[in-house]
């Protein structure tokens, strides 16, 4: 916050152990000429293995049929019990085409997906060449796509990028993936959108806030995946999250050029 920025007189640095610096007033520490740094790049893939596991998971409802073992009530096999959606073949939709959206795209080709992708920026031609990508607008990714992952930082343009408008776009077979922000997401309307079936399911890493609350409507759904923000928590990502971290900070402290900056004009 703010204030807390305004308030610490002895601050020379801030090191975020993450990629998103979201919760942090960059404004204000540039303001007062306080480098800020963060971890880019080494969780790339961990996030998109991730990603893919949650998609994987909520499309062929993996979470239920545990549950449903457990609990004794596996009698019999029937032809039409918890029945899934099909990967392959199927229509991805990617929200945002950095370095993860890329490597969820370079994941989907080996499924057969058709893959379209929507972003601020579109990207070079030979990239989407490379990948098997369709560029296209927001709501046509909604319309078309069997699977919607979220890969964009949040701001103020895409704060509550996805509410009643959006899920109403989308097809009632459609699963929503989100390990980007939670607040992308308005959660209430994805309250609506699960319990009235205007989606399938959906699988979140991330909520608003975080923690979820323990009496939020979204954990009595069965049709919704939660898990607490582990998108990058594989011990080989997290120990170079945290070495990049602390080399932002001594380099902070001693004065230096931090290695991973998110506002280098402090040095200009």
């Known amino acids: 916050p703010t204030y807390l ?4 007189t002895s601050l020379k640095v801030i090191s975020q152990m993450a990629v998103g610096y979201d919760n942090i007033d960059i404004a204000a520490a540039t303001a007062k000429m306080i480098p800020v740094g963060h971890t880019p790049g080494v969780l790339t893939d961990t996030t998109a293995d991730f990603t893919w596991a949650l998609l994987m998971t909520a499309s062929r409802r993996l979470l239920e049929a545990d549950r ?11 032809p039409d019990f918890l029945l899934g959606a099909n990967i392959t073949g199927a229509t991805l939709g990617i929200i945002g085409f950095g370095r993860i ?19 601020k920026n579109r990207s070079d031609l030979h990239l989407e060449n490379t990948l098997g990508v369709d560029f296209v607008s927001l709501e046509r990714l909604l319309e078309e796509s069997d699977f919607v992952t979220i890969h964009t930082p949040l701001s103020q343009d895409t704060y509550h990028l996805f509410s009643d408008r959006q899920f109403e776009l989308m097809k009632p077979s459609a699963i929503l993936i989100n390990t980007a922000r939670g607040g992308i997401v308005d959660a209430k309307a994805l309250y609506r959108a699960l319990s009235q079936g205007k989606i399938a399911g959906a699988a979140l890493d991330v909520t608003e ?18 898990t ?13 999250m945290a070495n ?25």
């Open 244 to 268: 990049m971290a602390v080399e932002n900070l001594i380099a902070g402290l001693k004065g230096d050029r931090l290695p991973y900056c998110v506002n280098p004009e402090v040095y200009h």
């Open 101 to 119: 959206g890329q490597a969820i795209a370079r994941r989907a080709q080996g499924f057969d997906m058709k893959i379209l992708y929507t972003c």
């Open 5 to 8: 920025i305004e308030s610490a």
């Open 228 to 240: 607490p923000h582990i998108a990058s928590a594989s011990r080989q990502t997290r120990e170079k």
């Open 209 to 226: 806030p975080e923690p979820i609350p323990s009496d939020s409507p979204l954990l009595t759904l069965d049709n919704l995946i939660i």
């Open 68 to 78: 449903f073992t457990r609990s004794g009530l596996w009698k019999t096999w029937e």
